[in-house]
C-alpha cells in the first residue's frame, strides 16, 4: 500500500484545483455548466441518470467558484511521493505507484490547461512501442475528463470518463433523432433493450477506438518530428490551436484508427466515429461523410476504405504545410496559422 495514500488524493485534488481556478471560467457559460454538473455528480458519486438536486447543486457551485478564488494564486505542489515529486513528472510518479495499483497522469491540455487524475490501474500494456494505462476508478480529478490522451510518450486511457461520455452522449440521444450515426451507434450495441450490457459493450469498444486513436498520434509525431510539436507548443490562439489539432487528428485517424476499424468490420465504433464528427474536424473533411453516407446506403464500405487510404497522404501534407508556414516567419506564426484557421480551409478539406 502506499504510504499516506490520503495525503496523496489531497495533494492532487487541491492541484486539480488550482488548474480549474485558473482555466474553467475560460470556456463559454454553456460547457462550463455543463461539466460542472458531471464534475458535482463524480464528487457526489451520483448514479449515472439519477436526477441531481437543483437546489444542492447551486449551492455547490457558488461555494466551489468562491474557493477557486481562494487557490488561483497558488503554485501546484509537489506529491507527497519518494520525499516529493514535481506534479508533471509522471514517469517519476508512476515507477512509484504502479506497482500498488494505481496510476498517474499529468500534463497540458487544450490550451495548455493543465490536467491532474489519479486513479486505479486496471492494466498496463505496450501498442507499438507506447505505453498504455488503462485507469478505473478515478480519486482524484480536475472539472475537465479527456477520456484518453498522449502524456509524456505514454497514453493513458480513463474507463471512468469514457463511460460517462458514452452515457452522456445517450441521454443526449434521447432527445433527437434516432436514424443517426449515433442512434446507430447505440442501436448496435443493443442499448434499448439492456442498458447496462450495452454501456459495458460500447465502452469496452469506443475505449479500444480511443487507445487507437492515440496510436495514431503517436505514428503522426514520428512522421511530422519536433518541428510540429514545437509550434503546437507555441501556438495561441484558438482558432490556430484547433486547426493544427484537428489536422493532426485527421492524419492519425487515417493512419491508424479508421484503417484498424474497418479491418476488423467494427462497425459500432465506425458509427460512433462519424457521430462526433463535428465542428471544424467535419469541416475539413467532407469526403469521409459522403463515404459514410454511401456505406449506409449501399453496406459496401469499399468507397469509406479508398477514402480513408488517399486521406493519409493529404493530412500528412496539410500538417506539412501549417508547419512550413509557422516556421517561415517565427514572429507572425500563431497570426498566419490564425489567418489560414479564419479563412475558408478550401486548401486544406479534403
Not at 485558473?22 to 441518470?49: K, N, Q, S, V
Not at 485517424?253 to 462519424?274: I, K, N
Request: some cysteine; aromatic content about 8%; hydrophobic content about 45%.
Amino acid at each position: 500500500m502506499v504510504e499516506n495514500l490520503s495525503a496523496l488524493i489531497d495533494t492532487v485534488q487541491k492541484n486539480c484545483m488550482i488548474a480549474d481556478a485558473r482555466h474553467a471560467r475560460d470556456m463559454t457559460i454553456c460547457t462550463f455548466l455543463l461539466e460542472m454538473r458531471e464534475f458535482y455528480r463524480w464528487e457526489m458519486e451520483i448514479p449515472y441518470g439519477a436526477r441531481l438536486p437543483k437546489d444542492e447543486l447551486g449551492d455547490w457551485l457558488t461555494a466551489r467558484e468562491s474557493l477557486w478564488d481562494t487557490v488561483e494564486e497558488e503554485t501546484f505542489a509537489p506529491l507527497p511521493v519518494s520525499g516529493g515529486i514535481d506534479p508533471f513528472d509522471a514517469d517519476d510518479v508512476n515507477r512509484a505507484l504502479v506497482p500498488y495499483g494505481l496510476v498517474y497522469s499529468s500534463g497540458l491540455g487544450h490550451f495548455r490547461k493543465p490536467h491532474f487524475v489519479l486513479a486505479e490501474l486496471k492494466r498496463a500494456e505496450v501498442r507499438e512501442g507506447v505505453k498504455v494505462y488503462v485507469a478505473g476508478c478515478e480519486y482524484a480529478r480536475d472539472l475537465i475528463a479527456p477520456p484518453a490522451a498522449m502524456r509524456d510518450g505514454a497514453i493513458f486511457l480513463r474507463m471512468d470518463a469514457v463511460r460517462r461520455l458514452l452515457w452522456n452522449k445517450f441521454e443526449e440521444w434521447q432527445w433527437k433523432e434516432k436514424d443517426t450515426a449515433l442512434g446507430r451507434a447505440f442501436a448496435h450495441y443493443d442499448f434499448e433493450r439492456d442498458i447496462e450490457r450495452g454501456l459495458d459493450r460500447m465502452a469496452e469498444a469506443e475505449s479500444e477506438a480511443m487507445i487507437l486513436h492515440e496510436v495514431g498520434e503517436a505514428r503522426a509525431e514520428k512522421l511530422l518530428g519536433a518541428d510540429w510539436s514545437s509550434m503546437l507548443g507555441q501556438l495561441d490562439s484558438k482558432h490556430a490551436e484547433l486547426l493544427a489539432r484537428a489536422v493532426r487528428d485527421h492524419l492519425a485517424d487515417c493512419l491508424v484508427t479508421l484503417p484498424t476499424l474497418l479491418e476488423r468490420e467494427a462497425h459500432g465504433s465506425l458509427h460512433f466515429y462519424l457521430a462526433n464528427l463535428s465542428g471544424l474536424r467535419r469541416a475539413l473533411f467532407p469526403a469521409l461523410t459522403r463515404a459514410y453516407d454511401h456505406w449506409i446506403a449501399s453496406r459496401d464500405t469499399s468507397q469509406l476504405s479508398r477514402t480513408v487510404d488517399a486521406a493519409a497522404a493529404h493530412w500528412l501534407e496539410a500538417a506539412r504545410h501549417l508547419t512550413a508556414t509557422f516556421q517561415r516567419d517565427p514572429a507572425h506564426g500563431d497570426a498566419n496559422i490564425n489567418a489560414i484557421a479564419s479563412g475558408d480551409l478550401a486548401n486544406l478539406k479534403r
